[in-house]
């Protein structure tokens, strides 16, 4: 997607459309969600409502309970989701994502997971090696194509240890599952990736017409350098996220195309 289709899309969109925040798990999500709930935003140059944050802005799983009534009146939802959340709304939407490198991501799942004693897989996480932690089926979940399973809309639950297909949402190929990805990808996201922080920061004003934004990174996982992994954790990873890989180089060149059509 250029950024002048996406420009196009808001457009039509009218004033007061709502922001989904998507957050994809060790994107550095939590600090772009801080960004926007701690400040009132000027979304689209037209400026949202100032409100109390509970009417502005609204968590996902807040959303699912909420009356239709009360849904059509917010205008962010942010927190991890899954694709098609932006039909339980009447206005229209546009999703916002950072993706990560995938076997990065991984990596920062673990070390998040050790490193959070309130975190729920805590307790049977803090003993386990990472090659152990990888080896075991149970925390697959949290491990493998998170991006592409969440970006494609066909898995629609999440819980503390990944995420589940929903009923009747089972794709027929892996090959489906990154398609229906790079096609709501294109079509629904303003994009970033979390390694160009900053670089996508400015886009985003650019293109939705914000201002400045300043932050501070929350939630950062202490873990050791890519370079200094077992070998046999990077194969395995490697081999657990093929449609996150193909997903990742597929959203970073276009990120790059439009970041070079605004002169960023």
Request: charged residues 25%; proline residues 5%; hydrophobic residues 35%.
């Given at each position: 997607?250029?950024?002048?289709?996406?420009?196009?899309?808001?457009?039509?969109?009218?004033?007061?459309?709502?922001?989904?925040?998507?957050?994809?798990?060790?994107?550095?999500?939590?600090?772009?969600?801080?960004?926007?709930?701690?400040?009132?935003?000027?979304?689209?140059?037209?400026?949202?409502?100032?409100?109390?944050?509970?009417?502005?802005?609204?968590?996902?799983?807040?959303?699912?309970?909420?009356?239709?009534?009360?849904?059509?009146?917010?205008?962010?939802?942010?927190?991890?989701?899954?694709?098609?959340?932006?039909?339980?709304?009447?206005?229209?939407?546009?999703?916002?994502?950072?993706?990560?490198?995938?076997?990065?991501?991984?990596?920062?799942?673990?070390?998040?997971?050790?490193?959070?004693?309130?975190?729920?897989?805590?307790?049977?996480?803090?003993?386990?090696?990472?090659?152990?932690?990888?080896?075991?089926?149970?925390?697959?979940?949290?491990?493998?194509?998170?991006?592409?399973?969440?970006?494609?809309?066909?898995?629609?639950?999440?819980?503390?240890?990944?995420?589940?297909?929903?009923?009747?949402?089972?794709?027929?190929?892996?090959?489906?599952?990154?398609?229906?990805?790079?096609?709501?990808?294109?079509?629904?996201?303003?994009?970033?990736?979390m390694y160009q922080f900053d670089r996508s920061l400015r886009l985003f004003q650019r293109v939705l017409g914000w201002e400045t934004l300043t932050y501070?990174?929350?939630?950062?996982?202490?873990?050791?350098?890519?370079?200094?992994?077992?070998?046999?954790?990077?194969?395995?990873?490697?081999?657990?996220?093929?449609?996150?890989?193909?997903?990742?180089?597929?959203?970073?060149?276009?990120?790059?195309?439009?970041?070079?059509?605004?002169?960023?």
């Amino acid at each position: 997607m250029t950024s002048k289709r996406i420009t196009s899309q808001i457009n039509l969109m009218g004033e007061n459309p709502v922001i989904i925040f998507f957050h994809l798990p060790k994107t550095g999500g939590t600090t772009l969600s801080w960004m926007a709930r701690s400040r009132h935003m000027r979304a689209f140059g037209r400026g949202a409502r100032l409100e109390t944050e509970k009417k502005f802005c609204v968590e996902p799983m807040e959303l699912y309970r909420e009356q239709q009534a009360v849904r059509y009146s917010y205008d962010m939802v942010i927190g991890h989701c899954y694709y098609g959340i932006h039909t339980l709304l009447r206005k229209p939407a546009l999703y916002i994502a950072m993706v990560r490198e995938p076997i990065d991501r991984a990596l920062s799942h673990y070390y998040y997971i050790k490193g959070r004693t309130d975190h729920l897989l805590h307790r049977d996480t803090r003993k386990l090696s990472l090659l152990k932690f990888v080896n075991s089926e149970r925390f697959h979940p949290g491990l493998s194509n998170v991006q592409t399973k969440m970006l494609s809309g066909l898995y629609t639950k999440i819980d503390q240890y990944g995420i589940k297909k929903g009923p009747g949402d089972k794709p027929s190929s892996p090959e489906e599952e990154l398609e229906c990805a790079k096609c709501n990808v294109d079509r629904h996201f303003l994009y970033g990736v979390m390694y160009q922080f900053d670089r996508s920061l400015r886009l985003f004003q650019r293109v939705l017409g914000w201002e400045t934004l300043t932050y501070e990174r929350r939630k950062i996982s202490k873990r050791p350098p890519m370079y200094g992994m077992s070998p046999r954790v990077l194969v395995m990873l490697n081999e657990m996220n093929t449609l996150d890989i193909i997903l990742y180089d597929y959203v970073r060149e276009s990120f790059e195309d439009i970041c070079k059509e605004e002169g960023l």
